[in-house]
């Protein structure tokens, strides 16, 4: 039996990178699995991928940021698979950006979808979850630990990620809602730039990118009753950085 097995598992940014690599892992593992994503095609296309492969999977178009396609995505996550276990908060954007030439524009569209888009469905999976429990995994990065130069905002949100872990998690532990985050270090999605892969690659400690299987591995294990103990937590999988 899988580790998830009948588990019915919300993914955001399901259509890509590390999303993508989550659901094909928790399928494995036995769970249901909603993709949600503004990509039409991209999710449609996987969806479709999963099914063939004899997995239960739903593709549900929605942007993080407005309340109610939020509020969609759990209703027709219900109507088909009749409950929500898990959440993988995971949707994100980042772009690399001087701040003394940054529109308020973009800084409030970064930090609309990185910290109020993650906060918008964590409201709607704990509205869920306070009579059944469940476990909710919010993507965060390295950058909410620490700071580099071109990204405030996108660090921001991040570091906004990390405490609101904290402080959900804190609200609703007695409900049985666990509520951990994962902190990525560079890893190889489309969210990198093709022509920065060399760079990062050579000032992360392990001397390559990480890869997105490897982060489904840990949001695996957040997501699961293996971390049945912790809440609260951000889980930093990095390759050594902010070691350093
Ligand atoms: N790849 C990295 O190096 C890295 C490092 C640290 C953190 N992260 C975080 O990991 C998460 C996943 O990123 P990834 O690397 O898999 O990138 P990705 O670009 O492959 O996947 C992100 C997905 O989110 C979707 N998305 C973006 N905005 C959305 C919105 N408003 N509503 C719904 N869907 C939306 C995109 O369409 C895309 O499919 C993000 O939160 C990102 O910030 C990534």
């Given at each position: 039996?899988?580790?998830?097995?009948?588990?019915?598992?919300i993914?955001t940014?399901?259509?890509?990178?590390?999303?993508?690599?989550?659901?094909?892992?928790?399928?494995s593992?036995?769970?249901?699995?909603?993709?949600?994503?503004?990509n039409?095609?991209?999710?449609k296309a996987?969806?479709?991928?999963?099914?063939?492969?004899g997995?239960?999977?739903?593709?549900?178009?929605?942007?993080?940021?407005?309340?109610?396609?939020?509020?969609?995505?759990?209703?027709?996550?219900t109507?088909k698979f009749?409950?929500?276990?898990?959440?993988?908060?995971?949707?994100?954007?980042?772009?690399?950006?001087?701040?003394h030439?940054?529109?308020?524009?973009?800084?409030?569209n970064?930090?609309?979808?990185?910290?109020?888009?993650?906060f918008?469905?964590?409201?709607?999976a704990i509205?869920g979850?306070?009579?059944?429990g469940?476990?909710i995994?919010?993507t965060?990065?390295?950058?909410?630990?620490?700071?580099?130069?071109?990204?405030?905002?996108?660090?921001?949100?991040?570091a906004?990620?990390?405490n609101?872990?904290?402080?959900?998690?804190?609200?609703?532990?007695?409900?049985?809602?666990?509520?951990?985050?994962?902190?990525?270090g560079?890893?190889d999605?489309?969210i990198?730039?093709?022509?920065?892969?060399k760079?990062?690659?050579?000032i992360?400690?392990?001397?390559?990118?990480?890869?997105?299987?490897?982060?489904?591995k840990?949001?695996?294990?957040?997501a699961?009753?293996?971390?049945?103990?912790m809440?609260?937590?951000?889980?930093?999988?990095d390759?050594?950085?902010?070691?350093?």
């Amino acid at each position: 039996m899988g580790k998830l097995q009948d588990r019915v598992a919300i993914i955001t940014g399901g259509a890509s990178g590390i999303g993508a690599a989550t659901a094909k892992l928790f399928v494995s593992e036995g769970a249901k699995v909603v993709l949600v994503d503004l990509n039409e095609e991209k999710g449609k296309a996987f969806q479709e991928e999963l099914q063939a492969q004899g997995a239960e999977a739903l593709f549900v178009k929605a942007n993080i940021t407005s309340e109610e396609e939020v509020a969609n995505v759990f209703k027709e996550t219900t109507n088909k698979f009749g409950k929500v276990d898990i959440v993988f908060n995971n949707a994100g954007i980042g772009r690399v950006h001087s701040s003394h030439d940054l529109d308020y524009s973009e800084w409030r569209n970064t930090v609309n979808v990185d910290l109020d888009g993650v906060f918008l469905v964590a409201r709607e999976a704990i509205r869920g979850m306070l009579e059944s429990g469940g476990t909710i995994v919010n993507t965060a990065s390295m950058y909410g630990w620490v700071g580099s130069p071109g990204s405030a905002a996108y660090n921001a949100a991040k570091a906004g990620v990390i405490n609101l872990t904290r402080s959900l998690a804190l609200e609703y532990a007695e409900k049985n809602i666990r509520i951990n985050a994962l902190c990525p270090g560079f890893i190889d999605t489309p969210i990198i730039p093709e022509e920065s892969k060399k760079e990062l690659s050579s000032i992360t400690p392990m001397k390559r990118l990480g890869k997105a299987e490897e982060m489904a591995k840990a949001v695996l294990f957040l997501a699961s009753d293996d971390s049945s103990y912790m809440t609260g937590n951000s889980l930093t999988v990095d390759g050594g950085y902010t070691a350093q």
